[in-house]
C-alpha cells in the first residue's frame, strides 16, 4: 500500500466572470474531485473518468467562459472553458467537469449528457487541480499537492469545513462532513516467502486507537469479516495471512496479503480438499452449476514424492523455480453461478474478481505483490468441457496500482505490464483427444536446450 503524505490544500475566494455585492467579492469554489473513478458516476459515454465539481455560493448565475482548470501549478492556462460551450454555474448551484482527457485543442469536448471534458486527467497518486480566472493568472480554487486518492472516495471540502476525504461523495450536491484521511498501513514483522520452521507473526499500525482484524483462509478481512488483532499469530505450515485495519470516522486501509509457503507441506499436500468449503477434488459432467469436467487436483503423486528415486530431490527440485500465489476468496472461484472457475466460458468485466497476486523466490530476491482483477482466459480451453483453465490478471485503480511494475524478463525487457497470462499450453496435451500426440515436456526442454546453447536465431 502506498504511503499517504498529507499536504496542504488551498481554497481562494475571486471572481471568475462574476459579480460584485455589498458583501464582497464573489467566488466560485471546487467543492469536491474524484480521481479514482471506477464506478461512482459515468459520463455521457459510459466511462468512469476523473471529475471536478465546482460551486457557487452566490444568488446570480456565474458563466465559465474563459476559465481555465489545470493539474499543473506550472501551466495555469492547461485546459480553457470554451465560450461555444456556454458552460453556466447557476446560482447556489453546481457543475460537474469530467477531466477525462477527451478535449483536444481549441474544439470543445460535451458528451451526450451534456457534461464538459477537459483535456488533462487527474492522478490518483496524488498531483494538484485548480480554478483560475479568464486572465490565466489568478487562482480561483485550488487543491495543491492533494494526497493519494483511493477508488470511489471522494475528496474536497466537508460541511465541517474540514477539507479532507468522503466515502459518500456526492457529485452536483452538498458535501458532507470530511473525513480525518486513512488508517496507516499494516505492517507485518515477517515477510511473505518460503519457510522450513515454525514463527510468529505480529501485525501492527502506527495509527493509535485503529482496530486490525485478519483472516487465514483467504477470505477478505472487513471491518465485520475476520479476526481482531490480539497478539502474535503462530505460522507452522503454508499459510495465507490478510489484514487490515480501520478506526470509526477514518477510512479503512486496503488489505494486504502476505503468503507463507512451507516446501514440506506442498510435498506432502493429501488428496481431500483443506476444508468443507473447498469443491470435492474432481467433478462429473452436470456438477454444481453444470460443473462440466472442472478438475480440482490437490494431492502431490504419491508415487512421485514417494519414489526413493526421486524423494531426496523433491525440495531442491521445487526451490529450484520462483512461485506465484494467487489469493482470492472460494466464492470467486468456484461458486457454481458466479465463479469464475466454474463458468470458464464467460469473459468481460462482469467475469473479473479481485484478487491478489504475489511472485516469490526460494532464494529471497524481491518478487511482488499486486492486488489485480481475476480472469479465465483462453478460446477453446476455457470451455466448460475442459478441466483445467489458465488465467488472466489485468492491473487497474479499482483495486490498487493500474499497472504492474517489475522486470519480468529481466533487466532488458519490458517493466511495465498492463495484464499478464498464466498460460496453460493444451494443444497435443493431456486433457485433448489423441493423447499420444501430446507434447508433455518436450516443447519447453527443446526451447530451454535451444537457449542454454546460446546461438542466435532470426524468424
Known amino acids: 500500500m502506498k504511503t499517504r503524505t498529507w499536504l496542504s490544500a488551498v481554497v481562494l475566494l475571486v471572481a471568475c466572470a462574476g459579480r460584485t455585492s455589498a458583501q464582497g467579492v464573489t467566488s466560485l469554489v471546487i467543492t469536491e474531485f474524484m480521481a479514482n473513478n471506477s464506478k461512482t458516476l459515468a459520463d455521457g459515454d459510459g466511462r468512469y473518468s476523473d471529475w471536478i465539481e465546482i460551486y457557487n455560493p452566490t444568488t446570480s448565475n456565474v458563466s465559465l467562459s474563459g476559465c481555465y482548470l489545470t493539474d499543473d501549478a506550472a501551466a495555469l492556462k492547461k485546459w480553457m472553458f470554451p465560450a461555444s460551450a456556454g458552460i453556466t454555474v447557476p446560482a447556489k448551484g453546481f457543475v460537474v467537469v469530467f477531466a477525462s482527457g477527451k478535449a483536444t485543442g481549441a474544439t470543445p469536448y460535451v458528451d451526450s449528457r451534456g457534461y464538459i471534458h477537459t483535456s488533462f486527467k487527474l492522478a490518483a497518486t496524488g498531483e494538484s487541480v485548480a480554478l483560475v480566472n479568464t486572465n490565466g493568472a489568478t487562482v480561483i480554487s485550488a487543491y495543491w499537492d492533494y494526497p493519494y486518492q483511493g477508488p470511489d472516495v471522494s475528496y474536497g471540502l466537508g460541511a465541517n469545513a474540514i477539507i479532507g476525504y468522503f466515502t459518500v461523495p456526492t457529485p452536483r450536491a452538498a458535501n458532507g462532513n470530511a473525513g480525518n484521511g486513512w488508517v496507516s498501513d499494516t505492517k507485518f514483522s515477517v515477510g511473505r516467502g518460503f519457510y522450513s520452521a515454525p514463527f510468529t507473526v505480529t501485525i501492527a499500525t502506527s495509527t493509535t486507537g485503529a482496530t486490525i482484524r485478519y483472516t487465514l483462509d483467504g477470505s477478505t478481512p472487513s471491518e465485520t469479516n475476520g479476526t481482531i488483532y490480539s497478539g502474535p499469530i503462530s505460522i507452522s505450515k503454508t499459510t495465507v495471512l490478510r489484514a487490515m485495519a480501520y478506526k470509526t470516522g477514518w477510512l479503512a486501509t486496503n488489505v494486504d496479503t502476505q503468503t507463507y509457503l512451507f516446501i514440506a507441506n506442498a510435498i506432502s499436500q493429501p488428496a481431500t480438499k483443506p476444508t468443507a468449503a473447498w469443491p470435492d477434488p474432481y467433478r462429473s459432467a ?28 523433491m525440495d531442491d527440485a521445487l526451490l529450484a523455480i520462483p512461485s506465484i500465489s494467487i489469493v482470492t476468496p472460494l466464492a470467486n472461484l468456484f461458486d457454481s453461478t458466479t465463479g469464475i472457475y466454474m463458468n470458464p466460458q464467460n469473459d468481460g468485466e462482469d467475469w473479473e474478481r479481485p484478487a491478489s497476486v504475489e511472485l516469490l523466490f526460494p532464494d529471497g530476491r524481491r518478487g511482488f505483490q499486486v492486488d489485480t482483477g481475476l480472469r479465465i482466459r483462453g478460446g477453446v480451453s476455457a470451455s466448460k468441457s475442459n478441466p483445467k483453465h489458465s488465467f488472466r490478471i489485468i492491473m487497474r485503480s479499482d483495486y490498487g496500482d493500474s499497472k504492474l511494475e517489475y522486470p519480468l524478463f529481466g533487466e532488458n525487457g519490458p517493466d511495465e505490464f498492463d495484464k499478464m497470462d498464466f498460460r496453460t499450453a493444451q494443444n497435443f496435451s493431456w486433457n485433448m483427444s489423441g493423447a499420444q500426440y501430446a507434447t508433455w515436456l518436450d516443447d519447453p526442454f527443446s526451447r530451454d536446450t535451444m537457449r542454454d546453447m546460446g546461438h542466435l536465431y532470426t524468424n
Not at 286 to 311: E, F, H, K, N, W
Open 286 to 313: 452436470g456438477g454444481p452449476g453444470g460443473g462440466g469436467r472442472q478438475a480440482i487436483d490437490y494431492a502431490m503423486d504419491a508415487r512421485v514424492t514417494g519414489d526413493s528415486r526421486y524423494s531426496a530431490l
